[in-house]
């Protein structure tokens, strides 16, 4: 079965400064990874997807992320912090041919001024 | 256009009793999906949708859940003889096709509390 492991459950920068949020993911054939984020009493929003062609997949907002199969790492990253990107990032890996996303832990970002 | 939509947006209801939560997919989606998110399990996968069939239940947790889906549209979840362990955000998704290329939308989700 597929999982993934968000390394940090909390994070906290300062706006401005670059966020790094970490995900480790284990699969058994090339997997299709998420990062979905959700803001305060809002809905799931995907920031970026992962299907096997681009190693470093660009998302909104800024947001990137680096495939590292030799490491098994899918991180999220954006050079600049904004107060608006406070929010709780899902690192996700789908299994059954897409039809069933499996949800990392959860990383709570925090921005401060 | 619209999103995915689901009613109510809260619900509070006795221990024991049942309920249905109401899920409509952006309108052409022909799969949905019903996750759950609560505090000690984070999100989980409950079941899918592809038209009014759904291929993968294996994320119910008992008996006492089951879905159904008609018309390729809405859906409805179902949870019967509630327990307090029921209480959750309950998610709904929909894509225009079953699959890995396919985004995932969600919904706002319904916050269910069992007394």
């Known amino acids: 079965a597929q999982s993934v492991t968000q390394l940090d459950s909390h994070v906290s920068v300062s706006e401005g400064t670059p966020v790094l949020l970490r995900c480790n993911y284990s699969s058994s054939y090339s997997p299709s990874l998420f990062w979905y984020v959700q803001h305060p009493n809002k809905g799931l929003q995907l920031l970026l997807k992962?299907?096997?062609?681009?190693?470093l997949v660009k998302g909104i907002n800024g947001f990137e992320a680096e495939f590292k199969k030799s490491e098994t790492s899918f991180h999220l990253t954006k050079p600049s912090a904004h107060m608006s990107d406070a929010a709780e990032y899902f690192c996700v890996v789908s299994e059954n041919s897409g039809n069933k996303l499996v949800f990392g832990a959860g990383t709570i970002l925090r921005v401060k001024s | 256009g619209a999103g995915v939509s689901q009613s109510p947006s809260n619900k509070v209801t006795e221990k024991g009793k049942d309920v249905e939560l109401r899920c409509d997919p952006i309108s052409g989606h022909t799969a949905l999906y019903w996750y759950r998110q609560s505090l000690g399990q984070g999100l989980e996968f409950l079941i899918y949708f592809q038209g009014n069939s759904a291929p993968d239940k294996s994320g119910l947790p008992s008996d006492r859940f089951s879905a159904e889906r008609t018309g390729g549209s809405v859906s409805t979840l179902t949870i019967q003889r509630t327990q307090q362990e029921d209480s959750a955000v309950y998610l709904c998704a929909s894509s225009l096709g079953a699959g890995g290329p396919y985004e995932q939308y969600f919904g706002p989700g319904t916050r269910l509390t069992v007394t």
């Open positions: 992962y299907t096997s062609a681009a190693t």
